[in-house]
């Protein structure tokens, strides 16, 4: 299976640290947000992988990319180590790029990917947000994908007052954690709510979706909503996530989900704990 990840947005709601660098790009810890995304997707078992990017992306391509200046200079100093990290990165993936010519929504960034996926199943990853559990989302995706044949995507429970952020689905449940979907509408009004379980930023989407992009006509904030063409399928199945979710598009998440992975790394746990209790 291929993946596509989305990574053309301005991410205004970042600026001004977004101005001249992606937030896909954005450091969390101590790797840009992107990495994090790709190695789920290579975690559960897609190595094809197809960013769309956008004016302004060209640190994205940078970083898959190898630099034998950098590799050299560093097997000349002896540093082994990040050495490896850094031809990791490269080794990582086959990864290509598409660019979306107008930032039109994330439908219409999906419908950029339709020449490279074909006539098949595939995974959609946002580029902006990272996900953590113990099975990689995206490959819980795919087992229950394989059970129904029909595109599937990953859900969570929100709190009330966070709805209107969110594309919402509302279903029954038909399996442990899994759910068919009847309704779905992106980010609705207080009042229009039908239910409070919100798509997460993970899919598997079958390819009949770029007719259904197609025939989207643009919706919330004038964009090409994907949730709107995946409203159009006749059948679409929802799995509900208990894993955490970090969407790096405003401050605050981008800040906690910093914390939260270097909380893992015993190098730095014990330090980062004494900063903030005497900080606090
Ligand atoms: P967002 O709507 O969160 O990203 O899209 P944005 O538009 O960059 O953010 P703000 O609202 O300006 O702060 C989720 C993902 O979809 C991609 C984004 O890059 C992000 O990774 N995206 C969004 C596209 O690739 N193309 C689009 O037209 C819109």
Known sequence: MKAVIPAAGLGTRLLPATKAQPKEMLPVYDKPTIQYVIEEALASGIDDILIVTGRNKRSIEDHFDRSYELEYTLQKAGKDRVLKQVRKITDLADVCYVRQRNLKGLGD???????????????????????????????????VFNRYDKSTIAIREVTPDRVCRHGIVSGSVISDNVYKIDDMVEKPNVGEVPSNLAIVGRYILTPDVFDKISQTEPGFNGEIQLTDALSKLDEVYGVKFGGDVFNIETRLEWLKSSINFAMYDDEFKDDLIGYMKSFI
């Open 109 to 143: 960034a999906i419908a950029c990917a339709e020449r490279h996926i074909g006539d098949e199943p595939f995974a959609v990853l946002l580029g902006d947000s990272i996900t953590s559990s113990k099975i990689p989302l995206t490959k819980q995706l795919i087992d």
